[in-house]
């Protein structure tokens, strides 16, 4: 039998983009030794590094702002379904963050001393920074990134995934993983475990995520016995890119071009559409984003599509000088990618860009289950029914700080027993697939959960989802534990992959099928109005081996 890689560290990681890197630098400069653990690079895996946008928080040095303004905005938002307690950390903490990575030198734009900040869908002030509309994601995570070298207690852990959370007398004791380069299986024994694994997008064939954001961390929770919260609501953005192809940007660049410059959205026949549906554009950017994702999947519908089942996003009658005015860098990028806006439509479509639900924790990112915490995108509550915009970021390093800060003062007697008895558990057999393939059922749910799970949702088509999620997850099961067969085996990565997707998909879709209004992210076309009735959290739990559903009233400030 192989032998077990074993570690120890008083707080243990698992996911390094912005909310794990946050919570790695509170944790050890409060004094705790911390191994920061991630199944691709430090630091250059999630979402963070991908962004491109803004960053909300009420610095007020645009104009007079205050926190509690963005915490109306947020609240609003989120359609009578945000954990109040959470959402209001979110707004009162963002300032502090953003000012501190200022004095790291994250680079926010800038005029004198004051931090430019913009306008962004939603606020009711000039709240959001950024680095530049290409850069603002990659130099938070530089800016980590760099903290992170200067500061003593932190091990730096790649190319390592975390198959489960090990609990032991009801308690999170540590991690059981597997290092992909090696093909040995790793027991990590730790006082806190906390989860900042990002989101679920890839589990959509039309996404924004980078491709470790499967929903592991999701599947890790419930296993280990914590409760989920809100699964229903993924936020589709609706002029992602599709075509032609582009490299090292952003898919959901396209909305700030829009914005500024009123990019056209046109059918296969050259036709604007959405008029159609309610809104005359005359040039300007006018159509929200619910709408413009329900127009161009009706026109996709009726036939009236782009070759690639989207719609076109013209800027042919902008002049390029005009364009360099307003995006001079991006222009020169989007060039090197063949691109030219003056003489080229791109062709873009609603995809998978943010989930507002996830793991149910306090205001100190504590679970139910004592010693596992949750951080970033993974924590659920915070955004309600529809995350405003610019909180992403926001709620990366807001939570990452405060998990880092309450894993750093977690101490208990360690059991590296059980976390070494799980990590063996997992060694030996021949693992035979035949000739089952993990990718091609990968790629399966992915466009199952595009066609029945998207943006609107019926019924019938949210059942048929379900059956054959049930029917996939039987399948994969029957085949036993995946094991490793040496250094970066595919299949099995494949394999783990899967499990995860599937029982995060399984949840996302029973709640969708559960909750019978339309309300924020979550829109039926079979119940078209939002019910009060429905004014209530689903939480979702295991329960012998079986996922369950829940309604609870939703968290507010008075019953925190």
């Excluded at 199944?39 to 926190?67: C, F, K, N, P, Y």
């Excluded at 959205?265 to 036709?271: F, V, Y």
Aim: charged share 25%; net charge negative; proline share 3%.
């Amino acid at each position: 039998m192989a032998e077990v890689l074993e570690r120890e560290a008083d707080v243990v990681i698992v996911g390094s983009g912005g909310a794990g890197m946050y919570a790695a630098l509170v944790a050890a400069r409060a004094g705790a030794d911390v191994l920061l653990l991630d199944r691709s690079l430090i630091g250059r895996g999630g979402a963070t590094v991908m962004a491109q946008m803004t960053v909300a928080a009420a610095i007020g040095h645009a104009e007079l702002d205050d926190w509690r303004d963005h915490y109306a905005d947020t609240l609003a938002a989120g359609r009578g379904l945000n954990n109040e307690p959470l959402a209001r950390l979110l707004c009162a903490d963002a300032p502090e963050r953003i000012l501190e990575m200022a004095e790291w030198n994250v680079g926010w734009a800038s005029e004198g001393n004051a931090i430019t900040q913009a306008m962004a869908p939603g606020h009711s002030a000039r709240r959001c920074v950024y680095v530049d509309y290409l850069d603002t994601g990659p130099a938070v995570s530089r800016t980590l990134r760099a903290q992170l070298s200067r500061t003593e207690g932190v091990t730096r852990l790649a190319d390592l995934v975390a198959r489960e959370v090990v609990v032991a007398d009801g308690r999170a004791v540590g991690i059981h993983g597997h290092h992909l380069s090696s093909g040995r299986e790793v027991a990590i024994t730790a006082d806190a475990v906390v989860l900042a694994t990002g989101g679920l997008t890839r589990l959509y064939a039309r996404n924004s995520a980078s491709a470790n954001m499967g929903g592991d961390g999701f599947a890790l929770a419930l296993r280990a016995g914590a409760e989920l919260v809100d699964m229903e609501f993924v936020q589709f953005f609706p002029i992602g890119h599709l075509a032609p192809r582009m490299i090292g940007m952003d898919p959901i660049m396209w909305d700030p071009f829009r914005y500024k410059l009123g990019g056209r959205l046109l059918n296969a026949e050259g036709e604007e559409f959405t008029e159609r549906y309610g809104v005359t554009e005359d040039g300007s950017y006018k159509i929200t984003r619910d709408l413009a994702t329900y127009a161009i999947y009706k026109e996709v519908e009726a036939g009236r599509g782009s070759p690639h089942g989207g719609a076109w996003l013209s800027f042919e009658h902008i002049s390029e000088s005009d364009l360099r005015a307003a995006f001079g860098p991006v222009i020169d990028r989007l060039a090197a990618n063949g691109i030219d806006l003056t003489k080229t439509r791109i062709e873009v479509s609603p995809i998978a860009h943010y989930h507002m639900g996830g793991m149910v924790v306090d205001e100190a990112m504590r679970s139910r289950v004592p010693g596992l915490l949750a951080a970033g995108e993974l924590v659920g509550g915070a955004g309600g029914a529809n995350r405003l915009s610019g909180n992403a970021i926001s709620e990366a390093l807001v939570f990452g700080a405060r998990a880092g800060q309450t894993a750093a003062a977690m101490s208990t007697a360690r059991n590296s027993a059980a976390v070494r008895a799980a990590a063996e558990a997992a060694i030996g057999g021949a693992g035979d697939l035949g000739d089952y393939n993990p990718a091609a059922r990968i790629l399966e749910l992915q466009g199952l959960l595009n066609r029945d799970v998207g943006p609107f949702r019926d019924a019938d088509a949210l059942a048929r989802a379900l059956a054959r999620i049930e029917a996939m997850t039987a399948e994969a099961a029957a085949l036993g534990p995946p094991i490793a067969q040496g250094a970066f085996d595919a299949a099995f990565l494949d394999r783990l992959d899967l499990a995860n997707m599937l029982l995060t998909a399984e949840a996302i879709t029973r709640a969708a099928l559960a909750r019978d209004e339309s309300r924020g992210a979550h829109q039926r076309e079979d119940y078209p109005e939002m019910d009060d009735a429905w004014g209530e959290n689903q939480y979702s739990s295991l329960s012998e081996g079986r996922l369950a559903l829940e309604r609870r009233p939703v968290v507010r400030e008075d019953a925190a």
